[in-house]
């Protein structure tokens, strides 16, 4: 029983209330607060998805950099990432939503903000998310990046003279290896309708 | 002063005929039956009674709040946020399929990979699992009791009134009543269980241990004013098994113990429960552990053995959870009582939290505090399964018995079944659990990188 609706109000009271039990009852969130979540310690890029809620590009404030805490209503920002996609949207629509979503995550790569993953960037996030491997060795990491990053490369300039370089991953070129994958369908959260409970009698 | 004479001694009578009546009334419509089994259907009446007082009561919360144009604090229960079945193997190769059309025998890192990790990482932080199943669960009609409302604000005087008349009859007659009974329960249990141990080993004894089991069972039953129903009691649990269930109280036991005849398995405690165990022994074989004896596993493990291959010995009753979960979901079964070979008899019990909520949060309340939260419920509500017997296929290994049979018991009682572990309540998340999912992941990129790179 899960609904594809748009966030009602009903939905917005459940994260309001979620909010106010991460940020314990304050009216602001910090970096800390999400460390008050168990299951959030499996997840090997944890720092950049709590990064990701204090990005003021994602926040879609004017100025750049990050924020030190972030209200509800910027929470609830963040979370509209993660709409399911509603019945009633037109193609301009859907290309757009489709735009955000991987721009969110176009974020989560570029994490020194100048519109660029360069070969760094990528290798912090493979690292990262091959952190959980003690036998890993950082060698082994860097060099399943490269390997990666030169394949991007490929894709997005084509075959590169010998003395050119690669200088990182425009979100434009970002989107194009992102073609064929229909994020905007699974890249969302769905809320579950009203539940029974089993009943005794 | 002379004037107070008679009048003392008109109390002291009035006293004396109210206690006589009370402990005749008692005697008659609870005790007798409950050694013969037979029930007047007293508590089923008082069931529907109070349901019927707890819906006008919420009726009248929900008009209240909508007179003030409040919306009204409705919890959902099994979390508000669908997760995906689907597991990480499975989501990454469906992503990489669609995208750039590689093959999958030649897995190596991917941009998109990193959408896996992402959407997980923001389902916990709009919703997490494991806290929530060990507060409470939040229920969604007002049942009187004032401990688990958060909609206060918006009752009227009726209402009000209502609630202190429900507070003096559970705290002023409930309770009285069901400490008498209780107390007369567990005497009788323990008299009886030491009587019958001085008989000679035989089909006498044994016959007389049942039934005086059940009788106390029963009787404490209704000193808890609990309303079980039963379903499918055929496949009730035989000699030489296991009977295995969810846990969500030390009731638990005591609402099996009353349909059926068991050998408890414990450690032997202290104080009143020790003399209660000690005599329970005396008339039929039930397994005590001495304290230093529950660390060793292998002995553990070797006398439940021992019992269980005796087909003269009581089927045994297991909680493999190993704590009280709050009764929204199953936890983790630990594997120990799998491992032993014996048919497992699985049992799922599912309270109604509407008449009181039976979850022991032993963290927050001790024993003598819980069981006094009890008894002054208005009763306790729940519903046994019996499901048919499982034993282990030759393929499969002791944890993933254990966790079908996990699967079977929380599908028939409509509870979640999740894979985290019951003793998080208390400790902080295991670090090897943390590993596993990086581990999986590293270990898709990384071994194939290492295949290529020696071709």
């Excluded at chain 1, 399911?84 to 979503?101: A, G, H, V």
Aim: glycine residues 6%; charged residues 25%; contains cysteine.
């Amino acid at each position: 029983l899960s609904s594809s609706l748009a966030v009602t109000s009903e939905q917005i009271e459940h994260l309001h209330r979620r909010f106010k039990q991460l940020s314990q009852d304050q009216l602001t969130i910090r970096k800390e607060n999400f460390d008050s979540i168990p299951d959030l310690e499996f997840n090997p890029i944890r720092g950049k998805i709590v990064h990701a809620f204090f990005d003021k590009r994602n926040l879609r404030q004017e100025s750049d950099g990050l924020a030190d805490e972030i209200n509800f209503e910027d929470f609830l920002t963040i979370m509209s990432y993660f709409r399911p996609i509603e019945m009633n949207m037109d193609e301009e629509q859907l290309d757009r939503f489709r735009k955000e979503k991987l721009k969110f995550l176009f974020h989560m790569y570029d994490s020194d903000h100048d519109g660029k993953i360069t070969l760094q960037e990528y290798r912090n996030v493979v690292e990262e998310l091959l952190s959980g491997n003690p036998h890993l060795e950082k060698e082994s990491a860097r060099s399943i990046a490269d390997g990666a990053m030169m394949e991007a490369a490929s894709i997005c300039v084509g075959q590169m003279g010998p003395d050119q370089v690669y200088e990182g991953i425009t979100f434009e070129d970002f989107l194009k290896m992102w073609q064929g994958i229909d994020i905007e369908t699974k890249m969302h959260v769905r809320f579950l309708n009203v539940d029974t409970i089993a009943h005794c009698y | 002063m002379f004037l107070l004479l008679p009048f003392d001694s008109l109390v002291v009578n009035l006293l004396g005929i109210s206690i006589t009546v009370l402990f005749t009334l008692l005697l008659v419509f609870i005790i007798v039956p409950a050694i013969f089994g037979v029930s007047f259907g007293i508590r089923k009446i008082y069931m529907k009674t109070l349901l019927k007082i707890f819906q006008w009561a919420t009726l009248r919360i929900e008009r209240g709040a909508k007179e003030k144009n409040h919306p009204l604090y409705k919890p959902y229960v099994n979390g508000i946020i669908a997760k995906e079945p689907t597991s990480l193997e499975e989501e990454i190769k469906e992503i990489r399929r669609s995208g750039s059309g590689k093959a999958l025998d030649t897995p190596e890192f991917e941009l998109s990979d990193i959408f896996y990790f992402c959407r997980k990482g923001i389902e916990t932080i709009m919703d997490d699992e494991v806290t929530k199943r060990f507060s409470a669960e939040e229920l969604e009609s007002w049942n009187l009791l004032s401990r688990t409302n958060y909609n206060f604000q918006y009752i009227s005087l009726r209402l009000t009134v209502l609630w202190g008349l429900g507070v003096l009859i559970r705290y002023c007659f409930l309770l009285p009543l069901r400490i008498a009974l209780a107390f007369t329960g567990i005497s009788l249990l323990v008299t009886g269980t030491t009587v019958v141990g001085y008989l000679p080993n035989g089909r006498c004894k044994d016959f007389l241990s049942k039934h005086v089991h059940l009788m106390c069972y029963r009787i404490c039953v209704r000193a808890l004013t609990a309303i079980i129903t039963y379903h499918d009691r055929e496949n009730r649990p035989r000699n030489g098994g296991i009977c295995v269930a969810n846990h969500t109280s030390p009731i638990d036991v005591i609402i099996l113990a009353s349909d059926g005849y068991y050998a408890m398995v414990g450690q032997i405690h202290g104080g009143l429960m020790g003399v209660i165990q000690r005599a329970m022994v005396k008339a039929c074989p039930h397994v005590w552990f001495e304290r230093s004896e529950v660390k060793d596993r292998h002995l553990v493990a070797r006398r439940l053995t021992e019992h269980v291959q005796d087909k003269s010995k009581l089927p045994i009753l297991i909680f493999p959870e190993g704590t009280c979960i709050n009764n929204t979901s199953v936890m983790m079964f630990k594997k120990g009582s799998f491992e032993i070979g014996a048919t497992v008899y699985p049992v799922a019990i599912k309270y109604d939290p509407q008449f009181g909520d039976a979850f022991w949060n032993s963290s927050k309340y001790g024993m003598v505090t819980y069981l006094l939260r009890m008894m002054t419920s208005w009763a306790i509500v729940c519903s046994v399964w019996y499901l048919p017997p499982m034993t282990r296929q030759p393929e499969e290994d002791a944890v993933q018995f254990a966790n079908r049979v996990k699967s079977a018991i929380a599908r028939q009682g409509g509870l979640v079944d999740l894979l985290w572990d019951g003793g998080l309540k208390r400790e902080k998340v295991k670090d090897a659990f943390k590993e596993e999912q990086q581990k999986l992941y590293s270990k898709m990129i990384v071994g194939s990188h290492e295949d290529r790179s020696r071709s």
